[in-house]
């Protein structure tokens, strides 16, 4: 059964500070997986989307990167702002012939002025 | 484009009442639609997920219930609920394939 999980729950940077999330997953069969934000009480705003081929997706001050082998994933924010605070979440879609996607708990960033 | 709506925004129902909540996508034919539910504190628990009219999957056993009775119109509806069915409610579409899934704004229910 895959798991996806998201360490650390929560984390405080100063602005302008480079960072790093991480998604681990415990099957490396997936299609793909996908980065998203929330904020407090909205939907999910798709960021990045990374195909199982693919070992890296870089949009602005965002990159992911892909190793399925170790299953694991990082979302890299490049010189952190305020704006960026916010829920991110991780999703992976399985092999197996469906179209459903299993989310990780998030990561709370908050970017301090 | 393509965008997705969600209504209503809130709701605020007591126990034993039913439910409809209504999603919609426009400007792509043949989405895959998926309810999902995300409780406080808590990651996204995929609820019913459709890849076509009248085509329903159901992950969770429990009192609620999902139809599409037209290509870009997914329905959440309960016909009585529980204390544990509040939550935030959020609507998705995919194009289907390596593509991305999309969210609407969610449904914040509260049970009394």
């Known amino acids: 059964k895959q798991e996806v999980t998201q360490i650390p729950a929560a984390l405080s940077v100063p602005e302008g500070e480079n960072l790093v999330l991480n998604c681990s997953f415990t099957d490396s069969a997936i299609y793909n997986l996908q980065w998203f934000r929330q904020d407090p009480g909205k939907g999910l705003t798709s960021l990045l989307l990374i195909q199982s081929s693919q070992r890296e997706q870089t949009s602005g001050r965002l990159n992911a990167s892909l190793d399925k082998s170790s299953g694991r994933s990082t979302l890299y924010i490049a010189a952190s702002q305020p704006g960026d605070s916010a829920t991110y979440l991780c999703a992976v879609r399985p092999f197996g012939g469906t179209y459903k996607y299993i989310f990780g708990t998030g990561t709370r960033l908050k970017v301090l002025a | 484009s393509q965008t997705i709506h969600q209504w209503p925004a809130t709701l605020v129902q007591p126990v034993g009442s039913p439910l409809s909540l209504e999603c919609t996508v426009e400007?792509?034919?043949?989405?895959?639609l998926y309810w999902y539910r995300q409780a406080a504190g808590r990651g996204l628990q995929l609820l019913f997920y459709s890849v076509g009219i009248g085509q329903i999957s159901s992950e969770v056993p429990q009192n609620l219930s999902a139809s599409r009775p037209q290509d870009r119109q997914f329905i959440l509806s309960s016909k009585k609920l529980l204390l544990s069915d509040s939550g935030f409610y959020l609507c998705?579409?995919?194009?289907?394939?390596?593509?991305?899934?999309?969210f609407g704004d969610g449904t914040r229910l509260s049970i009394l």
């Open positions: 998705a579409w995919s194009p289907g394939g390596n593509q991305p899934q999309h």
């Open positions: 400007g792509t034919s043949n989405p895959n």
